[in-house]
């Protein structure tokens, strides 16, 4: 029994360690640094925000550029899809990643504008510009990439085209496969609608029209992110020029006052110049005046002694 008690009393402890063959008491959670204002959640520090940023958008340019990647091989992979099923699964797929795509390049855009505040004057304002532009400078290639391969997909959509509308009618002129190929206002279409009339191949003329519609929609969402990219480039080269600008005029501004410090610093040193020299002038002055003054106490005194000379007294 008083076994039992003194269980029961070390039960009621906080923290307490279990009787053997008592059970395992829970143990009392301590508070965490945070918790009791010890730690360190009192706010970032700005420069280090600032250098943890760049580097997460520069990790985020990497995944923009795999992305780039990956639409060109979908746009490989459509081109030599052999079946319908096969190619609508794809083109869903590259549509997808398109509209991925699209909002992380939007969204690196703003991260980058963000962080391309001016800092100040300093050191670390000249440290913060160059990371910057390595930023920058890593954008924009990959912007100028996903261009390059957007441009050469189409180039190769535009071909395919061709030679599924030769396939349809084989002595099409020239002007014919322009307009098909462009689909200016969907006259392209008409004209190969046409050409399926007079076709003796109407299988294989009715599977080249519908890949014709395919390639028109492909080509049309190329030309759509084109301009969006052409638009993002262009702002961010202009934005690029205003940060050199602002940069620019923070560094002559900090110049400036530089120059204005070292200017005071010489007028001070000539006034001390100055201040000192009157000093020593104004001792030379007061040590002259002395001289002067017991030089003419010394000559009236000889005067004095001169026209009234002492008469010595004679004996008897």
């Known amino acids: 029994m008083g076994r039992d008690r003194l269980a029961a009393l ?31 959640s009192t706010g970032t520090d700005p420069s280090s925000a600032f250098y943890a940023e760049a580097t997460a958008i520069q990790d985020s340019i990497q995944d923009f550029d795999e992305n780039v990647t990956r639409v060109a091989e979908f746009h ?20 997808r ?23 100040g004057a300093g050191p ?24 390059e391969v957007e441009r050469q997909y189409r180039q190769q959509y535009r071909q395919r085209v ?41 299988g294989d003329s009715r599977a080249a029209y519908r890949e014709v519609q395919e390639r028109h929609q ?14 993002l480039f262009n702002d961010m080269g202009t934005l690029l020029g205003e940060q050199e600008e602002k ?31 009157a000093r020593r002038k104004r001792w030379i002055c007061f040590w002259l005046t002395i001289i002067i003054i017991l030089a003419a106490v010394g000559i009236g005194v000889g005067v004095y002694f001169s026209q009234h000379p002492i008469k010595s007294s004679s004996s008897g």
């Open 97 to 119: 990643l398109t509209d991925e795509t699209r909002q992380l390049s939007n969204s690196l855009a703003n991260r980058i504008r963000a962080l391309e505040k001016p800092a």
């Open 162 to 202: 061709e030679r599924q509308f030769k396939i349809v009618k084989p002595d099409a002129t020239p002007d014919e496969v322009a307009a098909v190929v462009n689909d200016d206002q969907g006259g392209g279409s008409q004209i190969f609608a046409q050409a399926l009339t007079s076709s003796t191949r109407y």
């Open 247 to 277: 940069i620019d005029a923070i560094e002559t501004a900090a110049a400036g006052v530089a120059h204005d410090t070292e200017g005071g610093q010489r007028h001070t040193e000539v006034a001390v110049k100055h201040a000192r020299s």
């Open 76 to 95: 490989s992979r459509s081109l030599n899809a052999l079946d319908d099923a096969a190619t609508q699964a794809n083109a869903a797929q590259l549509e």
């Open 10 to 40: 070390r039960a009621q402890r906080p923290n307490a360690t279990p009787d053997p063959g008592q059970g395992v008491y829970e143990m009392q959670p301590h508070p965490s640094p945070s918790a009791n204002g010890t730690g360190n």
């Open 218 to 231: 492909d080509i049309r969402r190329i030309e759509q992110t084109l301009g969006e990219l052409a638009q």
């Open 124 to 147: 670390d304002a000249q440290i913060r510009k160059n990371r910057i532009n390595v930023v920058q400078t890593k954008f924009m290639a990959t912007l100028q990439r996903y261009q």
